[in-house]
């Protein structure tokens, strides 16, 4: 006899989920991964992201299928007074609320949270948004890229003598999502103790400037405006690409006794003792000069079984792999990060590990054709 998954540590917490896109799904996500009934209500043409491919599967996206397990799905047209009685219904059994519409449309149907709140007293109203409500640029729409782009992220991401760079993923909108996350979980602990819900508010525009460290540390303290470095640590060095023999490889030497083991295994010590290199500061004011001396050892080496043998020596140090490679090695499968689920859904594990109440992953997102709930299961479990 199968013994049944033990319940997630927010099992008995529902969760109506109006988010799209990415940010407010991921948020869903991370919450019933944990254990909560989530349920997502999307409108009538459904979320953007089953559009954004390919690859489809069965006319959905795998945007889609990456921030939608553990879900189940409704759709309503909120416009429509009959649907938002439903939505209405559906609230009054809810913990929770996470929507990502646009500054004051949810006020425009009566839903605002300031009439939420009162009708619905415990319920935790999170709102993912791209600059918030008010201020300068309060209610302008957000995406991850244009937020990149003005919290600076981009002017600190590519070469130092190219042109600034997106991050190859979109960072904004996931930290935003583990912010709303957090704030849902505050929220819920705070409520313990009060009995009341509240607005929980996660904006791109602010987890994009939280990224910035060290780079707003350094001009805090330096009023010198930070650029580009390409791979390497704007502080610390060796923390940089170097190449060897017959691939690069990722050096993070973050304290003088990694150097100097670096240094002795690569039948250099005396490198560890020259002024020039012998501690962080020295090292990060010279690095141009100690990245020549370390490739030209360096360069006579197999990258991989290099990089192998300094992390076995305590130097944290890695080869630079593929998504594939990355998503195939067997530390991925080891720390299960990798979960598969009837009807052929894989996607990414869960990074929170917890040893009484872990994880769990109870339902793939599906194809259009199956998915959606009808009205009256709203409140079904």
Same mark, same amino acid.
């Given at each position: 006899?199968?013994?049944?998954?033990?319940?997630?540590?927010?099992?008995?917490?529902?969760?109506?989920?109006?988010?799209?896109?990415?940010?407010?799904?991921? +948020?869903?996500?991370?919450?019933?991964? *944990?254990?909560?009934?989530?349920?997502?209500?999307?409108?009538?043409?459904?979320?953007?992201?089953?559009?954004?491919?390919?690859?489809?599967?069965?006319?959905?996206?795998?945007?889609?299928?990456?921030?939608?397990?553990?879900?189940?799905?409704?759709?309503?047209?909120?416009?429509?007074?009959?649907?938002?009685?439903?939505?209405?219904?559906?609230?009054?059994?809810?913990?929770?609320?996470?929507?990502?519409?646009?500054?004051?449309?949810?006020?425009?149907?009566?839903?605002?949270?300031?009439?939420?709140?009162?009708?619905?007293?415990?319920?935790? *109203?999170?709102?993912?948004?791209?600059?918030?409500?008010?201020?300068?640029?309060?209610?302008?729409?957000?995406?991850?890229?244009?937020?990149?782009?003005?919290?600076?992220?981009?002017?600190?991401?590519?070469?130092?003598?190219?042109?600034?760079?997106?991050?190859?993923?979109?960072?904004?909108?996931?930290?935003?999502?583990?912010?709303?996350?957090?704030?849902?979980?505050?929220?819920?602990?705070?409520?313990?103790?009060?009995?009341?819900?509240?607005?929980?508010?996660?904006?791109?525009?602010?987890?994009?400037?939280?990224?910035?460290?060290?780079?707003?540390?350094?001009?805090?303290?330096?009023?010198?405006?930070?650029?580009?470095?390409?791979?390497?640590?704007?502080?610390?060095?060796?923390?940089?690409?170097?190449?060897?023999?017959?691939?690069?490889?990722?050096?993070?030497?973050?304290?003088?006794?990694?150097?100097?083991?670096? +240094?002795?295994?690569?039948?250099?010590?005396?490198?560890?003792?020259?002024?020039?290199?012998?501690?962080?500061?020295?090292?990060?004011?010279?690095?141009?000069?100690?990245?020549?001396?370390?490739?030209?050892?360096?360069?006579?080496?197999?990258?991989?079984?290099?990089?192998?043998?300094?992390?076995?020596?305590?130097?944290?140090?890695?080869?630079?792999?593929?998504?594939?490679?990355?998503?195939? *090695?067997? *530390?991925?499968?080891?720390?299960?990060?990798?979960?598969?689920?009837?009807?052929?859904?894989?996607?990414?594990?869960?990074?929170?590990?917890?040893?009484?109440?872990?994880?769990?992953?109870?339902?793939?997102?599906?194809?259009?054709?199956?998915?959606?709930?009808?009205?009256?299961?709203?409140?079904?479990?």
């Amino acid at each position: 006899m199968t013994t049944p998954p033990t319940p997630g540590a927010l099992a008995g917490i529902r969760v109506v989920d109006l988010s799209r896109i990415l940010g407010g799904p991921f +948020c869903g996500q991370i919450l019933g991964d *944990h254990g909560a009934d989530v349920l997502k209500i999307e409108p009538p043409q459904g979320d953007d992201t089953r559009t954004w491919g390919p690859p489809f599967r069965d006319g959905v996206a795998s945007y889609y299928f990456g921030l939608n397990r553990n879900k189940r799905v409704m759709r309503l047209d909120l416009t429509a007074d009959a649907d938002r009685e439903v939505l209405l219904s559906l609230l009054a059994e809810a913990d929770v609320m996470v929507e990502n519409f646009k500054t004051g449309t949810l006020e425009k149907w009566g839903l605002g949270y300031d009439v939420l709140s009162q009708r619905f007293p415990r319920l935790v *109203h999170c709102r993912v948004s791209g600059f918030g409500a008010d201020g300068p640029l309060g209610g302008l729409p957000g995406y991850d890229a244009a937020i990149q782009a003005m919290a600076g992220i981009m002017s600190i991401n590519g070469e130092a003598d190219g042109d600034p760079l997106r991050a190859g993923l979109p960072v904004v909108d996931m930290v935003t999502g583990l912010n709303a996350a957090l704030g849902v979980l505050l929220a819920l602990q705070e409520r313990a103790r009060s009995g009341r819900g509240q607005f929980v508010e996660a904006a791109l525009y602010d987890s994009g400037l939280s990224l910035l460290h060290p780079h707003a540390a350094n001009w805090f303290m330096s009023g010198k405006t930070p650029t580009r470095t390409g791979n390497a640590h704007p502080n610390i060095y060796p923390y940089d690409t170097v190449a060897t023999a017959t691939a690069p490889i990722f050096l993070a030497v973050g304290n003088d006794r990694q150097f100097r083991i670096l +240094c002795e295994h690569l039948g250099m010590p005396v490198l560890a003792d020259d002024e020039r290199y012998a501690t962080a500061g020295a090292r990060s004011v010279n690095r141009n000069s100690l990245k020549v001396e370390l490739e030209a050892r360096m360069g006579t080496h197999d990258g991989k079984a290099l990089a192998d043998a300094l992390a076995a020596a305590g130097v944290p140090c890695a080869p630079v792999l593929s998504v594939p490679d990355a998503l195939q *090695h067997p *530390h991925t499968a080891h720390r299960e990060m990798v979960v598969e689920m009837p009807g052929g859904y894989k996607g990414l594990g869960a990074p929170v590990k917890l040893s009484r109440t872990p994880a769990t992953y109870r339902y793939a997102p599906l194809a259009e054709g199956n998915q959606f709930l009808p009205r009256e299961a709203a409140n079904e479990g």
